[in-house]
């Protein structure tokens, strides 16, 4: 499948957090960034497999989280792998849409 979750991840680390920050073993940066690699991994697994699912040799990247350098830079590793072209759209179309969700949610 393609669908994805990120609401068992994030549990688990909420639960968890204060525990391994306070023991010293991890950073507040630590438990971020591994928690930013695991899911930009999904995603780019998940992107992968709709491509080759399609037969697709492109990737466009948008939204708030297409501001993601990172998230780019993963995506771009992946496309150049696959021989595929990224597009990663001007910042002024990599913006979180929850004024569109609004407005629409205002129509209805």
């Known amino acids: 499948g393609m669908d994805v979750?990120?609401?068992?991840?994030?549990?688990y680390l909420e639960d968890r957090a204060d525990k391994l920050i306070s023991s010293g073993e991890y950073t507040k940066e630590d438990l971020c960034f591994s928690?930013?690699?695991t899911i930009f991994a999904m995603l780019i697994e998940t992107t992968e497999r709709a491509m080759a699912?399609?037969?697709?040799s492109e990737v466009l990247i948008v939204g708030g989280v297409g501001c993601n350098k990172r998230?780019?830079?993963m995506m771009e590793i992946m496309c150049k792998e696959r021989g595929a072209k990224l597009y990663a759209t001007d910042m002024r179309f990599c913006i979180d849409n929850g004024a569109m969700i609004a407005q629409?949610?205002?129509e209805m």
Do not use: T, V
């Open 104 to 106: 629409a949610g205002w």
């Open 53 to 56: 699912h399609c037969g697709s």
């Open 5 to 11: 979750s990120f609401s068992g991840i994030l549990s």
């Open 35 to 37: 928690l930013q690699e």
């Open 71 to 73: 998230l780019q830079d």
